[in-house]
Nanobody, 132 residues
């Protein structure tokens, strides 16, 4: 697909689980891949990200409840969401983007994929609604 397209959303009661999927043609080559969400009246929030060959990162709001993973062979990105809360209600998008430089110590430069990575490619999202 030209743009990553998320699917798998739905309506669930608090405490329930959903698994989101995203298909794209170039996840394996992307510097960063991840998920972000946007609730009505709220700014976009990055929730999970990973380097195509690196570690995962999560927003504090979802840490311990969400798990990001990928299948490079199938070019599919997943977001497993457990113990969902009403505050998780939002449209969820998957995206690819650029890694950012980090300087953990003087003279050392690394590239990382924080949840705040700037998306360069994204597409249709999927609605997740969590009821109390």
């Amino acid at each position: 697909q030209v743009q990553p397209v998320a699917s798998g959303g739905g309506s669930v009661q608090a405490g329930g689980s959903l698994r989101l999927s995203c298909a794209a043609s170039a996840f394996s080559a992307a510097a960063c891949i991840g998920w972000y969400r946007q609730a009505p009246g709220k700014e976009r929030e990055g929730v999970a990200a990973l380097d195509s060959d690196g570690p995962t990162n999560y927003a504090d709001s979802v840490k311990g409840r969400f798990t990001i993973s990928k299948d490079d062979a199938k070019n599919i990105l997943y977001l497993q969401m457990n113990t969902l809360e009403p505050e998780d209600t939002a449209v969820y998008y998957c995206a690819t983007g650029r890694s950012v430089e980090s300087h953990p110590v003087e003279g050392i430069t690394i590239r990382v994929c924080p949840t705040s990575f700037e998306p360069t490619h994204w597409g249709q999202g999927t609605q997740v609604t969590v009821s109390s």
